[in-house]
């Protein structure tokens, strides 16, 4: 959902993101959470188990960016998680398109290294703080819910 994606024997359609940057964002978002629960509840047996949802709207920064939550950041290395985060022994795969691209493969599985993860330290050139209670109202008020490009350049993506 995430990558370029393969059209015919040879072509590739590139600077498409289905999952983050692109109309289908919100629904692909929410069925791919909705299906990981079920499964989730599959698995341990608990049909009441629900992901925990963190309300973000007018938080002053991530209270949820701890070891015991998401991952605090490691003491040393700012991309990476804190060693006694449950995440800072995953792993990285699938991260590298240019070579899937090339080989016309989704993904070999090969590991690439820990996950970079900076917790609460976002880029704040592309996103300077949280939405408000206010702007998260104003989107949900919108009509129209995507316009063409359908790709990352897209107004409302």
Same mark, same amino acid.
């Given at each position: $959902?995430?990558?370029?994606?393969?059209?015919?024997?040879?072509?590739?359609w590139r #600077?498409v993101d289905? $999952?983050?940057?692109?109309? $289908?964002?919100?629904?692909w978002?929410?069925y791919f +959470?909705?299906?990981?629960e079920?499964?989730?509840?599959?698995?341990?047996?608990?049909?009441?188990?629900?992901?925990?949802?963190?309300?973000?709207r007018?938080?002053?920064?991530?209270?949820?960016?701890?070891?015991?939550?998401?991952?605090?950041?490691?003491?040393t290395?700012s991309?990476? +998680?804190?060693?006694?985060s449950?995440f800072?022994?995953?792993?990285?795969?699938?991260?590298?398109?240019?070579?899937?691209?090339?080989q016309?493969?989704?993904?070999?599985?090969t590991?690439?290294?820990?996950?970079?993860r #900076?917790?609460?330290?976002?880029d704040?050139?592309r996103v300077?703080? +949280?939405p408000?209670?206010?702007e998260?109202?104003m989107?949900l008020?919108?009509?129209?819910?995507?316009?063409?490009?359908?790709?990352?350049?897209?107004n409302?993506?």
């Amino acid at each position: $959902a995430s990558r370029d994606a393969f059209i015919g024997e040879d072509g590739l359609w590139r #600077n498409v993101d289905f $999952a983050h940057e692109a109309p $289908a964002f919100v629904p692909w978002h929410r069925y791919f +959470l909705l299906h990981w629960e079920h499964e989730i509840q599959k698995l341990t047996g608990d049909e009441n188990f629900t992901i925990p949802f963190w309300d973000w709207r007018d938080a002053q920064g991530c209270d949820i960016c701890t070891d015991e939550f998401l991952g605090g950041i490691h003491p040393t290395t700012s991309n990476r +998680l804190s060693p006694a985060s449950f995440f800072s022994s995953w792993e990285i795969v699938c991260s590298r398109p240019e070579e899937y691209d090339a080989q016309r493969i989704l993904c070999n599985g090969t590991s690439e290294g820990p996950l970079l993860r #900076n917790p609460g330290g976002h880029d704040r050139s592309r996103v300077s703080r +949280l939405p408000t209670t206010a702007e998260v109202e104003m989107c949900l008020s919108l009509t129209d819910y995507e316009t063409e490009p359908m790709d990352r350049s897209a107004n409302f993506s």
